[in-house]
């Protein structure tokens, strides 16, 4: 089995996203067959989604990992609830973690979570620096654990 994990921007753009999902398609396609593949997502709105969405579409199987007990009900926004339920459903696997609320150490346990079983880290970054817990910081965790990271940032993208 390849497991690839994903981390990447929340706020990108429609375009961004459409051409986002392309490259990783191409991606996931070269990485195997995807009967052996299995992608890692935290299913949040932008590139989460993208990332799953991809790999459900290839055959491949979803791993979803919630950071907390209630992320549904506390996080989730309207205009991204029925992506997310979609995603949910399709998912082979669901880790909740053992939070009762969404937060920074929710957020930095799902991502431990996240790059710990992931063979590789597909990460939907622009390259600026972020706050704690965010792309950039996925990125470098990542990459102090040694877990390869492809960058995905297609000529043209933008955050919304």
Known sequence: MTRIGVTGHMNITA???AMVY????RMLSAAGPSNELVGISCIARGADSVFAQAVLDIGGRLEVVLPCRNYRERKVKQDHA???D???DRADVVNVLDFDVA???AYE???ET???SSDRLIAVWDGKPSEQGGTGTVV???RGKGVPVDIVWPTGSSRA
Do not use: S
């Open 86 to 88: 979609a995603l949910l």
């Open 22 to 25: 392309d490259e990783i398609t």
């Open 82 to 84: 029925e992506q997310f």
């Open 109 to 111: 346990a799902a991502n």
């Open 15 to 17: 375009d961004t996203a």
């Open 140 to 142: 470098e965790f990542a």
């Open 103 to 105: 937060g920074p150490e």
């Open 114 to 116: 996240l790059v710990g």
